[in-house]
């Protein structure tokens, strides 16, 4: 058989590959390179037990085994005691061997899972409050001077190498917060908070993704990790915590107009202007954001313009209600979401 | 009448007793007639017909899916149509099509391998037959009204209360899941009373074929794991139907309760599935390798483990909810238990071949492939067990790899095994070993294509249940393979149907006992005639075909003019008194409607469980109406 060749095969897609912007193998974090060593300690221990147990049943159909008499199986059906007696030593063995190997597997994983969660207690953590909606992420960043709880969507930038407490919350349906760069899944489930902790410790954009089926567009639900020095994410917050910054051109005013006046309003906020809804992500720096529709595409303004005026084609399904934008009004209000930095 | 018994016994007037056992389980002619079959031939082709149909569509499903996944963005299905595909080949292959089929095939080889007649409730057999075709046309119905359900075949609340999925498709769905827990619970009930009761003298328990052992622990498995079925599809029908508030947590109801309920059901259920399967591994292996299992009493105990075990294990699919860090380690350690109960079976079976003489024919072909593909998914899943690595694989299509790895290398190529091994005995032919062998490895190398390169796909991220996925994610390529692979094994199973046409029309004739197997169902002939023996078997041995002739025996006294056969003490088999089966019956069949009646109506009516018991009720009186004819004697 040809299975020799796989794992050389896999370990060379598992390596070699391009995709690194979202993969367990990849960790950007002391928690997913923990997970990561745990993983490839398991693939090589039961790697070999795989080629020790694959070699032992192609030996079965040749004529060579040790120290077997060909024995008159077609007449009694039954081996020699001999036969028996030796083969029951081995089998005996080899459980015990699989029983040894299973506690060794059973210690190194809840080792881990210990070491993963003494990772939580260190000073100075940043908390985020995550929410789970069909089909969108709510981010909030949870400050005791309420001047400082920050609330955006789909988008999270982090500190590098300050530990991150996530509280997972769900609006609707359960959903699964993951990033596997940083970590494996939590939960979002409502009625109830589940806590998870995450830190990068090099900077980058990790994408994650709902692991849990929550409907219709569950395909559809990703979101940005970025993890930046300490100095750029408090730029970052800073700019955020402002309200939007005031349209400048004749065109962008036009647009706020446009956004205002409309039914846009009932779920969006802008901080700063008259639109105070909470139903819908936040997008008061919505221009600073990389994807549109929880990064299902990205934040180009053909794609919003395409978005806002038929998002069914889009995302099918998705909650944003389909709004009559004439022609004219398009282009402004499409330049006045991307202004707003 | 030919003598058609291995054990030919020298009668005086045997072809007088055997025209009269003829005459006694004679089938009823007409549709009238076909309705009422009791026997467990004929009950259990059709669950196995049914089912393998049940498997194809749940094979198109798959295809579908597998199309629409094929490259990145990709329009072919709409994201409501894949989630009601993929929600429904789920259902289908676990429920309508793996749980039956393997339930048919117990209900058509227990009889025979425990040396008797029938199955010891065989109206109540008819009975759970109908449920499960009602069961399978009710959702079915549901799929072709544009009703199919799309929630997942967990149903997760609230995503499948009433709040999330409006309309009847859940209510469809949680309901067929009714039609078939009472099959089920009918086969289970009926498999375990056969094997205790109505075993040939001399059949102790310890002298039981390992697959026989495998039904009654499966058996078991399915009383004690379908209650908690009933209770998970219950909270969420009641809250859809009638607005209690028990799993939603908007009213102070509890989701993660029905996941608890669910998979204290749910996993269960994946042994229910496989632990039959095992028993095929044995009995082909003992048959095919040409000598006695190695290591009988620690097969039967691994496998009485593994039920066990299985009951302690439900919460590692749910280890992303956030558990305290000692219910982790606790469940951590009862999932890797089962790799060494599993261990042991497969040691076993390697011993047997390896001290045996294997024949390599297209069964045990099946056999080999089996044992590779189910150490893979046995080995992912301990990967699964460890919580660490499950937070990361967990609804990825790791898992999707592999549970398939295990449900089809660890039951669907034991099964392809089985019927290859077993056609001969069903419809006394053979089937075309040439075509038998490419089957195999059409089938063999279409699995891996479609599912080795899900592994690393779920590692690079790629969740389960997403309709589809960006280019720039770079899962495009091993897709494509996967579409391919699965189009390979489609082949595959146009292969199988292939030969079981061609060989049940004109394959070779196979006799009583073509592959010089040990036991009982080879010593009579193929196909078994309505009583299965003329003259019921004597067990001198755990292997009784393999004795020698001199050394075997048969039951003689029972009457012939009605159908009789003989009740046995439970541990030591010894003969305790004659036991009439009752004569064919419609009435299981009105029965079944009248509950179908209630079962399917109480989706849009609440009533109708009222109306569904009262014609129920009537059903039964006359089920049990005394008729004065033999079977009142008793």
């Known amino acids: 058989m040809k299975r020799a060749a796989v794992p050389a095969f896999a370990l060379s897609v598992l390596y070699g590959c391009a995709w690194h912007q979202q993969s367990a193998l990849n960790p950007g974090g002391p928690q997913a390179a923990k997970i990561d060593t745990l993983w490839w300690s398991f693939f090589w221990l039961l790697g070999v037990i795989f080629i020790i147990v694959m070699t032992v049943l192609l030996l079965t159909l040749t004529g060579r085994r040790a120290n077997m008499e060909r024995e008159a199986l077609e007449v009694t059906h039954k081996a020699s005691p001999q036969t028996e007696s030796q083969t029951r030593r081995i089998v005996t063995g080899a459980t015990i061997i699989t029983i040894l190997i299973l506690f060794v597997l059973i210690v190194a994983s809840v080792g881990t899972g210990k070491a993963i969660a003494d990772l939580g207690f260190k000073k100075n953590p940043l908390t985020i409050q995550v929410t789970g909606n069909q089909w969108w992420w709510e981010i909030q960043y949870i400050n005791g001077d309420a001047s400082q709880t920050l609330v955006t969507a789909n988008e999270m930038h982090i500190p590098v190498g300050r530990p991150v407490q996530i509280l997972g919350q769900s609006q609707d349906v359960i959903h699964s917060f993951w990033v596997p760069n940083l970590h494996g899944k939590r939960d979002l489930i409502p009625s109830r908070t589940t806590n998870e902790w995450i830190e990068a410790d090099q900077p980058g954009a990790y994408r994650g993704q709902c692991a849990e089926f929550c409907g219709l567009q569950h395909a559809h639900m990703a979101l940005w990790v970025i993890a930046e ?113 | 009448m030919t003598a058609t018994q291995d054990f030919t016994p020298q009668i005086p007037n045997q072809a007088e007793e055997v025209e009269q056992l003829h005459r006694s389980w004679r089938h009823p002619r007409g549709v009238l007639g076909w309705l009422s079959y009791t026997t467990h031939q004929a009950i259990g082709t059709r669950y196995i017909i049914t089912a393998f149909i049940m498997l194809l569509t749940g094979g198109a499903e798959a295809l579908l899916m597998r199309t629409q996944l094929a490259r990145p963005n990709n329009g072919f299905l709409s994201p409501d149509r894949y989630n009601e595909i993929f929600t429904t080949h789920g259902t289908t292959m676990m429920f309508l099509f793996a749980v039956p089929m393997m339930e048919g095939m117990a209900i058509y080889l227990v009889p025979l391998m425990c040396g008797t007649r029938n199955v010891a409730f065989p109206r109540l057999n008819a009975f759970g037959y109908w449920m499960f075709l009602f069961g399978v046309l009710f959702l079915y119905w549901g799929v072709f009204t544009n009703a199919a359900p799309d929630v997942g075949w967990f149903a997760y609340p609230p995503l499948s209360g009433p709040q999330f999925t409006p309309g009847k498709r859940t209510d469809y769905w949680a309901q067929m899941i009714t039609f078939t827990e009472v099959s089920a619970l009918c086969v289970a009930t009926e498999i375990i009373a056969t094997i205790f009761k109505m075993r040939a003298p001399g059949m102790s328990l310890n002298r039981m074929p390992l697959y026989v052992w495998s039904l009654l622990i499966q058996s078991f498995m399915v009383i004690f794991a379908m209650p908690a079925v009933v209770i998970a599809s219950s909270y969420l029908l009641s809250d859809r139907t009638v607005a209690t508030q028990f799993v939603n947590p908007a009213e102070g109801g509890d989701p993660i309760l029905y996941q608890h309920v669910f998979w204290f059901f749910g996993h269960p259920e994946v042994y229910i599935i496989f632990i039959p399967a095992l028993g095929f591994v044995s009995a082909i292996v003992v048959a095919h390798a040409r000598r006695e299992i190695f290591g009988y009493t620690a097969m039967v105990l691994a496998q009485i483990a593994n039920g066990f075990i299985a009951f302690g294990l439900w919460v590692h699919h749910m280890f992303a909810t956030g558990l305290p860090q000692i219910g982790e380690a606790y469940f951590t350690a009862s999932s890797m238990m089962i790799a060494i109960t599993s261990g042991v079976q497969i040691f076993c079976w390697l011993a047997t071949l390896w001290t045996g003489r294997p024949r390599l024919t297209t069964a045990l072909h099946f056999i080999y492939g089996f044992l590779v593909i189910f150490v893979v998914g046995g080995l992912t899943g301990v990967v699964l067990a460890s919580v660490p690595l499950d937070w990361q694989v967990h609804d990825t299509y790791f898992v999707v790899a592999h549970f398939h790895y295990v449900l089809i290398g660890g039951a669907l190529f034991p ?220």
């Open chain 2, 415 to 634: 099964l392809f095994g089985a019927f290859y091994h077993w056609f001969p005995k069903i419809t006394g032919r053979m089937m075309d070993e040439k075509i038998g062998r490419l089957n195999f490895w059409v089938l063999f190398i279409g699995f891996n294509l479609t599912f080795f390169p899900m592994h690393i796909q779920g590692l690079m991220g790629m969740p389960r249940r997403v309709y589809t996925y960006p280019a720039e994610m770079g899962w495009g390529p091993l897709n494509f393979i996967e579409t391919i692979g699965a189009y390979i094994i489609g082949i595959g199973g146009i292969l199988f149907i292939a030969n079981v046409v061609s060989s049940h029309r004109s394959g070779r004739i196979a006799g009583n006992n073509p592959w010089d197997a040990d036991s009982l169902e080879w010593a009579t002939a193929s196909p078994p005639e309505n009583y299965n023996f003329e003259y019921l078997p004597v067990a001198t041995s755990r292997y009784p075909l393999w004795v020698d002739r001199s050394e075997r025996a048969f039951v003689t006294g029972l009457r012939n003019d009605r159908r009789e056969a003989l009740v046995t003490t439970l541990m030591d088999a010894e003969p305790h008194h004659r036991y009439v089966f009752p004569a064919s019956s419609i009435w299981p069949f009105i029965t079944a409607i009248a509950v179908t009646i209630g079962f399917a109506g109480s989706v849009f009516n609440p009533w109708y469980i009222v109306w569904g018991s009262v014609l129920s009720g009537l059903a039964l009186v006359g089920w049990f109406w005394p008729r004065g004819d033999s079977e009142a004697e008793s």
């Open chain 1, 229 to 341: 020095p300490e100095d750029r994410f408090d730029a970052w917050m800073r700019a955020q915590l402002q309200p939007a910054a005031s349209p400048s051109t004749q065109e962008t005013i036009r647009g706020q107009q446009v956004f205002l006046n409309n039914a846009c309003v009932f779920c969006h906020q802008i901080r700063g202007t008259t639109a105070g809804g909470q139903n819908a992500p936040d997008l008061t720096h919505f221009g600073s954001r990389r994807g549109i529709a929880a990064n299902t595409v990205p934040n180009t303004k053909g794609n919003l313009a395409g978005w806002i005026v038929d998002p069914q084609s889009m995302k099918p399904g998705n909650h944003m209600a389909t709004i009559a934008v004439n022609s004219t009004d398009l282009q402004p209000l499409v330049d006045y979401l991307e202004s707003l930095k």
